[in-house]
T-cell receptor, first 110, second 114 residues
Framework: GQSLEQPSEVTAVEGAIVQINCTYQ??????LSWYQQHDGGAPTFLSY????GLEETGRFSSFLSRSDSYGYLLLQELQMKDSASYFC???????????FGKGTRLSVIA | EAQVTQNPRYLITVTGKKLTVTCSQN?????MSWYRQDPGLGLRQIYY???????DKGDVPEGYKVSRKEKRNFPLILESPSPNQTSLYFC?????????????FGDGTRLSIL
């Protein structure tokens, strides 16, 4: 089976940079995804990493190290609207369910 | 507008009264799935479907049924709901089950079973 570990809560100041880590254990590996969920809302897709390295999309970046079974989501120039829960998710091979971590609740404070 | 539509959004019902939560997507996606979300437990998959007439159990299938008679629809059926099925439910779809395919989620259905 698969398991994912990520911090339950993170607090950061508006304008700062925050990193949300995710470690995973899977029998295989078919990529690491990140989703954002605001309170009362649905999860929305942020990024996907299949290969080692950093993927940048605007203020958000996602990193993957397959040898360390580790990834992170980096949020820069934090804004109040970034306060949300962030989930990492993995699939251990094709045509299998996506498994989500328990989520990290990010609170951005002034 | 591309979307996943769930109904109802909210439901309060009683133990044992069969209910169905509908899910429909208009993106011609092959892959659909149901999740439940509970505080501290994240998103847990109930059932998923790779295509029409193909369904498989996820991590927490007990007490639920699904069907996939048409590509666009993937209803979740609780034959005899119990209080431990009180939860927030999300339907999701994606073009395929490939890892790089983002899942599109519905707005959620909050079920309370008394």
């Amino acid at each position: 089976g698969q398991s994912l570990e990520q911090p339950s809560e993170v607090t950061a100041v508006e304008g700062a940079i925050v990193q949300i880590n995710c470690t995973y254990q899977t029998s295989g590996f078919y990529g690491l995804s990140w989703y954002q969920q605001h309170d009362g809302g649905a999860p929305t897709f942020l990024s996907y990493n299949a290969l080692d390295g950093l993927e940048e999309t605007g203020r958000f970046s996602s990193f993957l190290s397959r040898s360390d079974s580790y990834g992170y989501l980096l949020l820069q120039e934090l804004q109040m609207k970034d306060s949300a829960s962030y989930f990492c998710a993995v699939r251990d091979r094709g045509n299998t369910p996506l498994v989500f971590g328990k989520g990290t609740r990010l609170s951005v404070i002034a | 507008e591309a979307q996943v539509t769930q109904n109802p959004r909210y439901l309060i019902t009683v133990t044992g009264k069969k209910l169905t939560v509908t899910c429909s997507q208009n993106m011609n996606h092959e892959y659909m799935s149901w999740y439940r979300q509970d505080p501290g437990l994240g998103l847990r998959q109930i059932y998923y479907s790779m295509n029409v007439e193909v369904t498989d159990k996820g991590d927490v299938p007990e007490g639920y049924k699904v069907s996939r008679k048409e590509k666009r629809n993937f209803p979740l059926i609780l034959e005899s709901p119990s209080p431990n099925q009180t939860s927030l439910y999300f339907c999701a779809s994606s073009y395929s089950s490939g890892g790089n395919q983002p899942q599109h989620f519905g707005d959620g259905t909050r079920l309370s079973i008394l």
